[in-house]
């Protein structure tokens, strides 16, 4: 009988043991991502701009006025010229950079076209 009694004691504690096991722990959520940096955009100084602007405009100006001296001037080229004034006088300075670089780049591909031949 002693015997019975210690396997029946040693049963009772692995019963206990078992139940006395504790619980896993539920994972702790992951931890919440940093806030993305919100891109801030530099400020624009109007001036600054505005000045760019008529720079630009001079620049196009120079640029279309040689490819006419040279009968070399594209229409787009003296189309953009036209918007690119239109702009600088409504005060709209980016579209006056805009159109003014559009101006000097056609005139410039006038000036190149020269060197082509004529006629093949």
Do not use: N
């Amino acid at each position: 009988m002693l015997h019975r009694s210690r396997v029946l004691a040693f049963a009772a504690v692995l019963f206990a043991g078992a139940c006395a096991v504790q619980e896993p722990q539920p994972e702790p959520p992951p931890p919440a991502p940093a806030p993305e940096p919100v891109a801030v955009k530099p400020q624009v100084d109007e001036k600054a701009r505005a000045e760019e602007a008529k720079a630009m405009l001079a620049q196009a100006e120079t640029d279309v006025q040689r490819a006419r001296s040279k009968r070399a001037l594209w229409l787009k080229a003296w189309e953009e010229l036209v918007a690119a004034r239109r702009a600088v006088a409504g005060s709209d300075s980016q579209a006056a950079i805009d159109h003014s670089k559009r101006a000097s780049e056609y005139a410039q591909l006038g000036l190149e076209q020269l060197a082509y031949p004529a006629v093949k």
